[in-house]
């Protein structure tokens, strides 16, 4: 069975760093792009950043840049999200997805086929 479990949410101040973990099982992840989304209460889910598991490729949303860092170890079939600097406009649940690709660039604004459950960041003082 297909599944993705993330990790490593929590509560941090501003200014503060976390890193979250999307670990997949039931599938290899090469020939797939795994995305990260938030949603906040009241707000429409966001995407935040897409990585192609094969070749690294990645993407990130304009509210991220600079902040927030992705990458993948497909050895351990996983998925890290790093976010530095982070504020309270970032203070939501965050989940991973996996959609497969092939010979394109992964995209946050596209359906993605496989969820996780979701782990919830807070940020505050």
């Known amino acids: 069975q297909l599944q993705l479990v993330e990790s490593g949410g929590g509560l941090v101040q501003p200014g503060g760093s976390l890193r979250l973990s999307c670990a997949a099982s039931g599938f290899t992840l090469d020939y797939y792009a795994i995305g990260w989304f938030r949603q906040a209460p009241g707000k429409e889910r966001e995407g935040v950043s897409c990585i192609k598991m094969n070749g690294g490729s990645t993407n990130y949303a304009d509210s991220v840049k600079g902040r927030f860092t992705i990458s993948r170890d497909n050895a351990k079939n996983t998925v890290y999200l790093q976010m530095n600097s982070l504020k309270p406009d970032d203070t939501a649940v965050y989940y991973c997805?996996?959609?497969?690709?092939?010979?394109?660039?992964?995209?946050?604004?596209?359906?993605?086929?496989?969820w996780g459950q979701g782990t919830q960041v807070t940020v505050s003082s």
């Open positions: 997805a996996a959609v497969p690709i092939l010979f394109r660039q992964c995209k946050l604004l596209e359906t993605y086929d496989y």
